[in-house]
T-cell receptor
Framework: KAGVTQTPRYLIKTRGQQVTLSCSPI?????VSWYQQTPGQGLQFLFE???????NKGNFPGRFSGRQFSNSRSEMNVSTLELGDSALYLC??????????????FGAGTRLSVL | GENVEQHPSTLSVQEGDSAVIKCTYS??????FPWYKQELGKRPQLIID?????GEKKDQRIAVTLNKTAKHFSLHITETQPEDSAVYFC?????????????FGIGTKLQVIP
């Protein structure tokens, strides 16, 4: 079974630009969650999508948005980039079943650098 | 919402010694507590987990304990080896309104000194 795939692996952008990151979950997984990882801040939850609907959201500004397609692939968009948006963005997929463990499997991440 | 506190933020131990990482959570509805290990430059990977109806779980050199009353859970690594050096994240997951939400701790950087 293929793992969680994130593209691109690296991105360099300048302030004010916008960026779109992609995440393909493990086949059969319907839940995709996005996290921002920065040194000293750990894993900060952005949002979770399940069956094309956002069902959980973290405390990030509206510049951070996402969507999920019918094949469960998810995209995350950040508009008007700021220097502080430089981070490793991780997505994690799971079954999303509230009655099960719903183990999250992480992708390798997209390293975003904002100059 | 859920708040997960993790400590220490860094931990250095001699090879062969034990390491303990502790987490506390705030939401009594949390019912599942996974631990992830992230080696340098790699993705976080699940190493052990525990459900709220269990007090302790072991898997070879690692174990997790849960105290629901006190709302804290801990990761124990015995006979540490250099390859245990990594950042460890605890997490708590609760179900609210039929949906799950996972909250991670800030991470503990473990260094095992040969």
């Amino acid at each position: 079974k293929a793992g969680v795939t994130q593209t691109p692996r690296y991105l360099i952008k300048t302030r004010g630009q916008q960026v779109t990151l992609s995440c393909s979950p493990i086949s059969g997984h319907r839940s995709v969650s996005w996290y921002q990882q920065t040194p000293g801040q750990g894993l900060q939850f952005l949002f979770e999508y399940f069956s094309e609907t956002q069902r959980n959201k973290g405390n990030f500004p509206g510049r951070f948005s996402g969507r999920q397609f019918s094949n469960s692939r998810s995209e995350m968009n950040v508009s008007t980039l700021e220097l502080g948006d430089s981070a490793l963005y991780l997505c994690a997929s799971g079954t999303g079943d509230p009655l099960a463990k719903n183990i999250q499997y992480f992708g390798a991440g997209t390293r975003l650098s904002v100059l | 919402g859920e708040n997960v506190e993790q400590h220490p933020s860094t931990l250095s131990v001699q090879e062969g010694d034990s390491a303990v990482i502790k987490c506390t959570y705030s939401d009594s509805a949390s019912n599942y507590f996974p631990w992830y290990k992230q080696e340098l430059g790699k993705r976080p990977q699940l190493i052990i987990d525990i459900r709220s109806n269990v007090g302790e779980k072991k898997d070879q050199r690692i174990a997790v304990t849960l105290n629901k009353t006190a709302k804290h859970f801990s990761l124990h690594i015995t006979e540490t080896q250099p390859e245990d050096s990594a950042v460890y994240f605890c997490a708590a997951r609760g179900v609210r309104g039929g949906y799950q939400k996972v909250t991670f701790g800030i991470g503990t950087k473990l260094q095992v000194i040969p």
